[in-house]
Structures are given as structure tokens and as C-alpha cells.
């Protein structure tokens, strides 16, 4: 079964900074996506950039940028000029590209604190 | 564009007492539907998903259990409330294609008492 772990449990960041958030996981598939996923005071899961593990490119969404490596089996967001609304939990999650896979598996979040 | 509604959005119930959430999806057709349970702190976990009307996995064998009477209506459903049911339930619909990222709805915080 395939596990996501992230170790940072909290991080805190200046405003207009640059933060990066780690995530790992287990797999012995070759073929995934990855996704961090926001998570505000709303509780609401918003999606904020996925990578397909056959594109070596890191995916890139406008602050947001992904450091994918994949023989390491790692997947950091970089969060540049960093905002107050970024403020949130994130969390990491994956996901088999196999038909019959239907869940995100999760990590257990890293909540990311902007500072004033 | 897609929508997806969640209620009630805050629910306090007794243990012992009957639970019904209920999930809608507007602005798609046949989405894939999933119900995941979010305890305080923790990641998510998936409880259920649908490929269909009437068709329902389940991937954690519990207190619960999921309907889907139509196309974008997805419900979760209890006989009777543990304390251990007390969590934030989310749920996700996907479209088939070539997308595997799921969107959430809003939530609903559960507290048993």
C-alpha cells in the first residue's frame, strides 16, 4: 500500500518570503499522480498544483512550484512571495494511475503560518 | 462551471441517534463521488466512492454507510452514532477523462455527544 508522509508538522514563513514544504511517499508503481491540496480556516480542500509522475518537468502554478524527484521519491512545494492568505494546512496526497485506484492517499498536513 | 454543496454544515448529534449527510453535485454528469472522514489533525481517509447510481465501495469497514440514489447525489448514512464518528466529512467528485485530481466540497463537522 502506498504511504505519504510529511514531516514538517508546522512551518512558519515572513511575508513575501519563500517557504518550501516536504513531502515523501512509498510506492512500488511507476506510474502516479501527486497533488498538494490547501486546506484555509474554511476546512475547504482546494487544489493547488498536481504533477503526473511520467513528466520529468516540475509543474509550476503561477507562486507555486513543485520539486519532484522521483527516483528519491519526493515531492516539495516551493510557495514564493509568500502571502497571508496563503496561511493554511497543506497537505500532500497520491494517487495510483492504475483504472481501478480510486483514493487519494493523504499525508497528515503541514499547517504553514505567514508572519506579518 | 462545476458546484458542489454539502449540508447540513455543522450537526450535533447524540450517540445512538440516526445520521444523514448529504452530498450534491451540480454542472456534471456520471462524476465519480467519494465521502472521506478528516479526524481532528489528521490527513483524510476515504470511507466511500461511487462509480455509479447504486454503486458504492467501501474501503474501511465501520459504523457508516453511503447511498447514491441519483447521478449527482451522494449520502452518508448511520443507524446509530458512535463518539468515535465525531470528525469533518468531505465530500469529492471527480469526472472520468483524462483528470485524476479530485474537487471537495465545502464539509460537514460532525460532533457525537
Known amino acids: 500500500a502506498q504511504t505519504v508522509t510529511q514531516s514538517q508538522p508546522e512551518m512558519s514563513v515572513q511575508e513575501a518570503e519563500t517557504v518550501t514544504l516536504s513531502c515523501t511517499y512509498d510506492?512500488?508503481?511507476?506510474?502516479?499522480?501527486l497533488f498538494w491540496y490547501k486546506q484555509p480556516p474554511s476546512r475547504q480542500m482546494i487544489l493547488v498544483i498536481r504533477?503526473?509522475?511520467?513528466?520529468?518537468q516540475n509543474a509550476t502554478e503561477n507562486r507555486f512550484s513543485v520539486n519532484f524527484q522521483k527516483a528519491a521519491k519526493s515531492f516539495s512545494l516551493k510557495i514564493s512571495d509568500s502571502q497571508l492568505g496563503d496561511a493554511a494546512m497543506y497537505f500532500c496526497?497520491?494517487?495510483?494511475?492504475?483504472?481501478?485506484?480510486?483514493?487519494?492517499?493523504f499525508g497528515q498536513g503541514t499547517r504553514l503560518t505567514i508572519n506579518p | 462551471s462545476q458546484t458542489i454543496h454539502q449540508w447540513p454544515a455543522t450537526l450535533v448529534q447524540p450517540v445512538g441517534s440516526p445520521l444523514s449527510l448529504e452530498c450534491t453535485v451540480e454542472?456534471?454528469?456520471?462524476?465519480?463521488l467519494y465521502w472521506y472522514r478528516q479526524a481532528a489533525g489528521r490527513g483524510l481517509q476515504l470511507l466511500f466512492y461511487?462509480?455509479?447510481?447504486?454503486?458504492i465501495s467501501s474501503e474501511v469497514p465501520q459504523n457508516l454507510s453511503a447511498s447514491r440514489p441519483q447521478d449527482r447525489q451522494f449520502i452518508l448514512s448511520s443507524k446509530k452514532l458512535l463518539l468515535s464518528d465525531s470528525g469533518f466529512y468531505l465530500c469529492?467528485?471527480?469526472?472520468?477523462?483524462?483528470?485524476?485530481?479530485?474537487?471537495f466540497g465545502p464539509g460537514t463537522r460532525l460532533t457525537v455527544t
Open positions: 469529492a467528485w471527480r469526472t472520468l477523462g483524462l483528470s485524476y485530481e479530485q474537487y
Open positions: 510506492t512500488s508503481e511507476s506510474d502516479y499522480y
Open positions: 504533477q503526473e509522475a511520467y513528466k520529468q
Open positions: 496526497a497520491y494517487r495510483s494511475r492504475f483504472q481501478g485506484a480510486q483514493k487519494l492517499v
Open positions: 454542472g456534471t454528469s456520471n462524476p465519480n
Open positions: 461511487s462509480v455509479g447510481i447504486g454503486q
